[in-house]
């Protein structure tokens, strides 16, 4: 008996009905346009200024309601619904990235009238107007983070090895919850803590450098423990065993099996920590201070951290205002992009360094 076996016509059930790939991009479009239309009406009758972005987050709303409607009159309401879905998160997704974009344009244009070779080799000494740099800034944030990263990382790294591999009962649930209270803990208060601890030894109003360091690692203890406590729980528990039926002692087994398969994801976790805290003005400016003078010893008087800089050059603005402005927009530059630097750091140390899967 023969079969023969016909193409289905495009407009069949079976094909079903599409819209055109273009359709899309023509609504979008055709959806912003009425609504810009839409918002210079009201605004040339009212008097009032025109909202571009009121329009633009109308107009990706129209988009969203008239996509829905002709998918499902045309392709049916299951074809409808992934349309909505896909053109919802789309568009949450362009929404959050409009207040990222804005910052960084406005960081970027406002401060590279001061990004010149004397804002990276000068302080504020003496400096009452325009001119000056933040050379001693930059110093104060790299000597109190890595202070910070000293105390931290052994801390929060021994903590998630005891969690994972040691800790059993109630003194392991109550380290975890202690844990999870520090990571919502809001930053002044690691900053007062800090204070009040040296305080109660040193004296009140005392400011170092080594105090803002230790504001700073209550911040990043939390999250180096999560981070590592993850990348070790992701360590098959297959390779401890190998080691344990080689009769290797568990330490060694930490030392030489889990911690190599994991140190990039813990890596991560350390450079994502320190990215997290590098910024935080409220601690640092209760525990170091701020000075206009270079200063290189934690352990003697005041210390400026760029964080502070900005705060201190924005709210103690003098003649002209705006070389103070000015000063205050590079540092928030240079901070931005120091942070920038240590995610892309991060990023390479776990690409380079995760465990390769394939022969």
């Not at 930053?187 to 504001?215: D, E, H, K, Q, W």
């Amino acid at each position: 008996m023969a079969i023969t076996l016909r193409p289905v016509a495009a407009g069949s059930s079976l094909a079903g009905n599409r819209l055109p790939r273009f359709a899309p991009w023509l609504i979008l479009a055709a959806s912003v346009a009425v609504s810009v239309a839409l918002f210079a009406l009201l605004s040339a009758a009212n008097s009032s200024d025109f909202s571009l972005a009121g329009a633009l987050v109308v107009g990706l709303l129209l988009h969203l309601v008239v996509t829905t409607v002709l998918s499902a009159s045309i392709e049916g309401r299951r074809r409808a619904v992934d349309r909505f879905v896909t053109n919802l998160v789309t568009g949450a997704f362009l929404l959050a990235m409009v207040p990222l974009v804005s910052v960084a344009i406005t960081v970027v244009t406002n401060g590279m009238a001061r990004i010149d070779p004397e804002f990276f080799n000068s302080s504020m000494r003496n400096v009452t107007g325009e001119g000056g740099g933040a050379l001693h800034a930059m110093i104060g944030t790299l000597l109190i983070t890595l202070a910070a990263t000293i105390i931290s990382v052994p801390l929060g790294l021994l903590t998630s090895i005891y969690l994972v591999e040691y800790g059993r009962g109630r003194l392991a649930k109550i380290i975890t919850f202690l844990v999870d209270v520090m990571t919502g803990i809001p930053s002044i208060v690691a900053g007062l803590f800090a204070y009040a601890a040296f305080a109660l030894i040193l004296g009140p109003g005392v400011r170092m450098g080594i105090i803002g360091a230790v504001a700073l690692s209550v911040l990043m203890i939390p999250v180096v423990v999560r981070s590592s406590e993850e990348m070790l729980r992701l360590v098959p528990n297959e390779l401890r065993e190998a080691s344990y039926a080689l009769g290797v002692a568990k330490w060694l087994t930490i030392m030489k099996v889990v911690l190599p398969t994991s140190i990039a994801g813990i890596t991560t976790g350390i450079m994502l920590s320190i990215s997290r805290v590098i910024g935080e003005t409220a601690p640092l400016l209760i525990t170091a201070g701020f000075t206009a003078s270079m200063n290189y010893n934690l352990f003697n008087d005041r210390m400026q951290s760029l964080p502070v800089y900005v705060f201190t050059q924005f709210a103690n603005q003098g003649n002209p205002a705006f070389a103070f402005l000015d000063r205050a927009w590079a540092a928030a530059l240079v901070l931005i992009l120091i942070v920038m630097a240590m995610n892309l750091i991060a990023r390479f140390v776990a690409v380079k360094f995760s465990p390769k899967t394939g022969r």
